[in-house]
T-cell receptor, first 112, second 113 residues
Framework: ETGVTQSPTHLIKTRGQQVTLRCSSQ?????VSWYQQALGQGPQFIFQ???????GRGNFPPRFSGLQFPNYSSELNVNALELDDSALYLC???????????FGPGTRLTVL | GQNIDQPTEMTATEGAIVQINCTYQ??????LFWYQQHAGEAPTFLSY????GLEEKGRFSSFLSRSKGYSYLLLKELQMKDSASYLC??????????????FGTGTLLAVQP
């Protein structure tokens, strides 16, 4: 157990809908990173938040957006869902932006 | 470009030793991680190398050669529960601003009786 929690565990949406995924970071951690893991692939970096500001972004379109709150929990929002957005979404928290990352259990998103 | 290569699948026998190789080419390097991931679960940390050489941790060891862009994970005394995907990941500091992990596709290890 890493102390990082994510909700919901599973989610089913249809094309064109919007989704919000949530992550509670480990106590004392101020940095949250989000990753997308498609079936049979390694996780891909979406973006990172450090002290409520975006601190780097991977190669994902603008319909992937995020927030970090004053308590350092975070949200990942995806608009206009596409079938290829079906994946395991992983959140990882770290004590600081240059520290090791600890992964949450993930949210399995299925887009029909 | 960013590229991390590792074999897709490997098979080994219970009680044996297996070595999973990883080669990488990344724009930045601030350490290499190995994670274990069981199907449908989150990756769990196994090892971390930032300097050249071997790091040993119980049944698991990891080696790094920065000049060769090469690492391996060595698993000894294999157990059935070691059947999982093993992910190699490079921490790319992207010039110091971002602490992101770049993952390989993972090596699916099947341990047979």
């Amino acid at each position: 157990e890493t102390g990082v929690t994510q909700s919901p565990t599973h989610l089913i949406k249809t094309r064109g809908q919007q989704v919000t995924l949530r992550c509670s970071s480990q106590s004392g951690h101020n940095t949250v990173s989000w990753y997308q893991q498609a079936l049979g692939q390694g996780p891909q970096f979406i973006f990172q938040y450090y002290r409520e500001e975006e601190n780097g972004r991977g190669n994902f379109p603008p319909r992937f957006s995020g927030l970090q709150f004053p308590n350092y929990s975070s949200e990942l929002n995806v608009n206009a869902l596409e079938l290829d957005d079906s994946a395991l979404y992983l959140c990882a928290s770290s004590p600081n932006r240059d520290s090791w990352q600890f992964f949450g259990p993930g949210t399995r998103l299925t887009v029909l | 470009g960013q590229n991390i290569d590792q074999p897709t699948e490997m098979t080994a026998t219970e009680g044996a030793i297996v070595q999973i190789n990883c080669t990488y080419q990344t724009s930045g390097f601030n350490g290499l991680f190995w994670y274990q991931q069981h199907a449908g679960e989150a990756p769990t940390f196994l090892s971390y190398n930032v300097l050249d050489g071997l790091e040993e941790k119980g049944r698991f060891s990891s080696f790094l050669s920065r000049s060769k862009g090469y690492s391996y994970l060595l698993l000894k005394e294999l157990q059935m529960k070691d059947s999982a995907s093993y992910l190699c990941a490079v921490r790319d500091d992207d010039g110091g601003a971002t602490n992101k992990l770049i993952f390989g596709t993972g090596t699916l290890l099947a341990v047979q009786p």
